[in-house]
C-alpha cells in the first residue's frame, strides 16, 4: 500500500503541476492497519491521509463550525482568490484571477479552484472526494501496479476507496483527504460521520498524531513487547459487544501513557489485559472517557498540536452515558458481558 501510495502522488504532481487544483502531498499512513494492530486482519482498510495545499493563486481559510459539535470541532475551509500579478511581471505563466477580466481568463486559462470542487467559497468535500476517484481512475493505467494488479472503485461520499485485487490477494485503501492545522499533526479532514455531515463540513482529524503515538511507543518498547498484540486481541474479543474500536483504542492509549514500556513483555500478557478491562470499567462506572489528544499536554514532544488543541478541555467519549441513563445500563451491562 505504502509503495502503492508513493507511485500515485508521483503521478498526481505529473498530472497537476499546472492546474488550478489543490496540490497533493505525500499520503500518510493512519488507522489501525498502520498503527500495528488491525482487529479485523480478514478485513483490513488501509486508511491514508493526502494532505492538500492550495494552487497557485488561492489560499485555505480554516473557519470553525460555530455550531459545533459535543465531541468533536468542525471546520469549513474557505477558498480565496490571491494576487499574482507579481508573479505575472516576473514571468509567471498565469493570469491574475482577480484582475484580469472574466473574458480573458475564460479563454486562456483553465477556472479557479472556486468553479470546480467548491460550493460557494468554501472547499466542498463530496466534490474533492468524486475528482480523487476519477483522478485515481485516470491514472490507474500508467501505474506499474496495473500490469499485475485490477483496480475497483467502491462507491464513497467522502472519501476514495478502491480495492486491487491479484486474483490471490486483496487490498482495500481508503483515501482521506484534509488541510493540516498550521505546523502541526492535526488536519480537518474529509473522514466520514455516521450522522450525515454537511459537504462543506471538514472535521477534525486526530488520525496522525494516533499514529505518532504509537511509533513512538513502538521505538522505546523492548523487543518482546507485545502492547500490539495486547489490544488487537482486546478489540477482537469485543467486537459486537457494543463498545467502539476507537474507545477501546482511547483506554488502550491512555494505559500506553501511564504504564512503563517494561511492563508490556510476554509475561506480562494477562496482567496487561486485565488492566485494560478495568480501565473500561472504571470509565463505564463514572460514565467518563477522557479525548486521549485534545487536552494532552503530557505527549512526546514529537507530536505537534496547535494551541487551540493543546490548551482545550478533554471532551468526554462517554458523553452519552453521562445523558442518558439507559445508555448507561446499557453499557454497563456490554461490559459485564465483556
Request: include cysteine.
Amino acid at each position: 500500500t505504502t509503495k502503492l501510495m508513493k507511485n500515485l502522488t508521483v503521478y498526481f504532481r505529473e498530472v497537476l503541476a499546472n492546474s488550478f487544483y489543490p496540490v497533493l502531498k505525500q499520503p500518510i499512513g493512519v488507522g489501525s492497519a498502520f498503527e500495528g494492530w488491525s482487529p479485523r486482519e480478514q478485513d483490513v482498510v488501509y486508511q491514508v491521509l493526502v494532505p492538500m495545499t492550495p494552487p497557485r493563486g488561492h489560499s485555505f481559510h480554516l473557519e470553525l463550525d460555530t455550531a459545533g459539535q459535543r465531541r468533536m470541532r468542525s471546520f469549513r475551509i474557505r477558498v480565496q482568490l490571491e494576487c499574482t500579478c507579481t508573479t505575472e511581471q516576473q514571468g509567471g505563466n498565469m493570469l491574475c484571477f482577480l484582475h484580469h477580466p472574466e473574458e480573458e481568463l475564460r479563454a486562456n486559462q483553465d477556472p479557479s479552484l472556486l468553479h470546480t470542487l467548491c460550493t460557494g467559497t468554501y472547499l466542498d468535500v463530496e466534490k474533492t472526494a468524486r475528482w480523487f476517484s476519477q483522478l485515481v481512475k485516470a491514472i490507474w493505467p500508467a501505474l506499474l501496479q496495473s500490469h499485475h494488479w485490477h483496480l475497483v472503485l467502491l462507491p464513497s461520499r467522502r472519501s476514495c476507496e478502491f480495492k486491487v485485487t491479484n486474483g490471490r490477494e486483496s487490498y482495500r485503501i481508503e483515501m482521506l483527504f484534509g488541510v493540516r492545522q498550521g505546523n502541526s499533526d492535526i488536519f480537518v479532514s474529509s473522514q466520514p460521520q455516521q450522522a450525515y455531515t454537511p459537504s462543506t463540513t471538514w472535521l477534525e482529524s486526530y488520525a496522525v498524531a494516533e499514529m505518532k503515538f504509537f511509533k513512538y511507543i513502538a521505538r522505546q518498547a523492548p523487543p518482546d513487547s507485545l502492547h500490539l498484540k495486547c489490544l488487537q486481541f482486546f478489540t477482537r474479543l469485543q467486537l459486537g459487544l457494543g463498545f467502539s474500536t476507537y474507545t477501546m483504542k482511547t483506554v488502550f492509549m491512555h494505559l500506553l501513557s501511564s504504564t512503563p514500556v517494561t511492563w508490556w513483555r510476554r509475561r506480562h500478557f494477562v496482567r496487561r489485559l486485565a488492566d485494560t478491562c478495568e480501565s473500561l470499567g472504571k470509565c463505564v462506572a463514572g460514565r467518563y472517557l477522557k479525548h486521549f489528544i485534545v487536552g494532552n499536554q503530557r505527549l512526546p514532544e514529537e507530536i505537534s498540536l496547535p494551541p487551540e488543541v493543546l490548551m482545550a478541555e478533554p471532551f468526554n467519549l462517554f458523553q452519552d452515558l453521562m445523558m442518558d441513563s439507559v445508555a448507561h445500563t446499557q453499557a454497563i451491562d456490554q461490559y459485564m458481558d465483556l
